[in-house]
């Protein structure tokens, strides 16, 4: 007799919290009226709920679709991870591109500086 009182317990008690988690939307008749029904009659309530009260949340219209392009989609080259390798030399041209950068500014300074200055030959 404990066990049937338990289980019918643990049934309302399964039920009721899944009344209360489920989104609004998703439900047939108001979440309070469920929770009265379930809390009076927690058998019948219950199946009640299971079979009719709760509608199925929507599946997202391209969960599956997304993973069999995913699967089926060939990435072209330039999307394609780099090695590591590759990443390296890419950086190292990157710096060798910042370093010829700099000594041109600082070239252009020098240069900027030397035609300010007046001429040594002119006395």
């Known amino acids: 007799m404990l066990l049937v009182f338990l289980a019918v317990l643990v049934i309302m008690a399964v ?3 899944d009344i209360l ?4 939307a998703l439900v047939r ?3 309070p009226l469920w929770a009265i029904l379930v809390i009076l009659f927690p058998l019948i309530g219950s199946a009640l709920w299971f079979l009719l009260g709760r509608r199925a949340a929507p599946a997202s219209p391209g969960a599956r ?3 069999v392009r995913e699967a089926t989609r060939s990435t072209p080259a ?10 390296l030399a890419a950086l190292e041209r990157e710096i060798a591109e ?3 950068s700099r000594r041109i500014a600082e070239l252009e300074a020098e240069l900027r ?6 001429d040594g030959d002119a006395v």
Not at 21 to 24: F, G, I, Q
Not at 113 to 118: N, V
């Open 29 to 31: 008749l108001p979440k």
């Open 21 to 24: 988690s489920r989104d609004p």
């Open 15 to 17: 039920t009721l919290f």
């Open 113 to 118: 500086r030397r035609r300010a200055e007046p």
């Open 98 to 100: 910042d370093q010829r």
């Open 65 to 67: 679709t997304i993973v």
């Open 78 to 87: 330039s999307e394609q991870p780099l090695s590591t390798e590759e990443q």
